[in-house]
């Protein structure tokens, strides 16, 4: 499943091109032709239910959401495997209807209230308008993208050295020892302070466990916006998200992971082949 405040990879993708303004979606098809089932297959791999080495998949695991779309992509690819040693990125992505697949999605979105759409005709033939609800949901994700990229570039943050944290952790100068010859404390008073203690371990321990699941889901997420980050370059959707001198460092970091990362990498490998194809 996909983290909280995120949606999969094909409909944040679409979203990416409704208008600031307006919300109305700009999508580039031919771009798209192959951005879409590359961002299926990279929801698959963040969710676990594909591994990928270089430019095959490998491996095939049960999918742990209840998305209908993407579990039958995976029964198709999976389908596919069986007669394929290894099953390559790029036919796999030709495997995944790609108009279907990316209508599948809008008409989701459309369900739930995240797209309007409004039917129109131009010269007797029809075809669908989708605007964004709100029409900024576009902008909060490239703004969420952008700041994954950033902390990446500026790296982890400083940690205290081992010195310096036994140092923090020794007992103060200022506290003075117990006397030799006190007393021992009284068998209830020890046993209530056992009690408090164990009490206070317990208190303590719960807020660890919340903020172990938390850097867990941040981990998630930082993942889901880098894949998410070098289809936006694949797709060519960079410059339009990202203008101007601003925007030039996320361009980069854009470029960068969708020259690294399996699946964008295989989406600019098909859009690139693609209009080789169209230009002969």
């Not at 108009?99 to 995240?114: N, Y």
């Amino acid at each position: 499943m996909a983290p909280l405040d995120t949606r999969p990879l094909p409909e944040e993708l679409l979203l990416l091109c409704a208008e600031p303004v307006r919300g109305r979606l700009r999508i580039p098809q031919s771009a798209f032709y192959w951005a879409v089932p590359g961002s299926v297959l990279a929801e698959l791999q963040l969710g676990g239910a594909i591994t990928v080495d270089g430019r095959r998949i490998t491996g095939f695991q049960p999918l742990g959401s209840h998305d209908e779309i993407a579990a039958g992509v995976l029964a198709r690819l999976e389908e596919t495997g069986k007669r394929k040693h290894r099953l390559g990125l790029d036919l796999a992505m030709r495997r995944i209807p790609r108009k279907p697949t990316q209508q599948l999605f809008l008409d989701r979105l459309t369900a739930e209230g995240v797209l309007t759409v409004d039917r129109r005709s131009f010269l007797g033939l029809p075809y669908r308008r989708y605007t964004a609800v709100p029409p900024g949901i576009g902008q909060e994700i490239a703004a969420r993208v952008a700041a994954t990229l950033a902390a990446d570039d500026a790296g982890p943050a400083p940690t205290a050295s081992p010195v310096a944290a036994a140092a923090s952790s020794a007992p103060s100068a200022d506290v003075a020892a117990a006397p030799a010859d006190a007393p021992p404390a009284a068998g209830g008073e020890a046993s209530d302070a056992a009690g408090t203690s164990t009490d206070a371990a317990d208190g303590d321990r719960q807020p660890a466990d919340q903020d172990g699941r938390s850097a867990a889901q941040d981990r998630q997420t930082a993942d889901r916006d880098r894949q998410l980050a070098g289809l936006i370059y694949a797709a060519g959707l960079h410059r339009r998200l990202y203008p101007g001198p601003a925007g030039a460092p996320t361009r980069r970091a854009a470029r960068r992971l969708a020259n690294e990362l399996p699946v964008p990498r295989a989406v600019r490998r098909a859009i690139s082949a693609m209009s080789a194809s169209t230009a002969s």
